[in-house]
Nanobody, 125 residues
Framework: DVQLQASGGGLVQAGGSLRLSCAAS????????IGWFRQAPGKEREGVSC????????YYSGSVKGRFTISSDNAKNTVYLQMNSLKPEDTAVYYC??????????????????WGEGTLVTVSS
């Protein structure tokens, strides 16, 4: 079974940075995608950034493009989300997700079927 564990959330002032980590296990091969999603209070969950290991496609939502960077350390089976220039509107619970049949393009990220526990990011103004 795929297991995902997100960490690294916390409280930061606007303009600051945080790096989230997602420890992943249970994958076989490289034919899967992994990504970060978030859900703010009273709002629907949205995709933040995703990466497809099979073809290298990367997705960033318009609201984070240029500020957030997704990366991976394959030796550690860990995916990171570096978040810079944080804004109060980035406040949310952030989730790590993965899928062997997910679709990742520069314009979308869809179809994750394994989800980890969330980590709370709070950006104060």
């Amino acid at each position: 079974d795929v297991q995902l564990q997100a960490s690294g959330g916390g409280l930061v002032q606007a303009g600051g940075s945080l790096r989230l980590s997602c420890a992943a296990s249970g994958f076989t091969g490289d034919d899967y995608a992994i990504g970060w999603f978030r859900q703010a209070p009273g709002k629907e969950r949205e995709g933040v950034s995703c990466f497809d290991y099979s073809d290298g496609y990367t997705y960033y939502s318009g609201s984070v493009k240029g500020r957030f960077t997704i990366s991976s350390d394959n030796a550690k089976n860990t995916v990171y989300l570096q978040m810079n220039s944080l804004k109060p509107e980035d406040t949310a619970v952030y989730y790590c997700a993965a899928g062997s049949r997910a679709l990742v393009l520069p314009s979308l990220c869809h179809g994750m079927d394994s989800w980890g526990e969330g980590t709370l990011v709070t950006v104060s103004s």
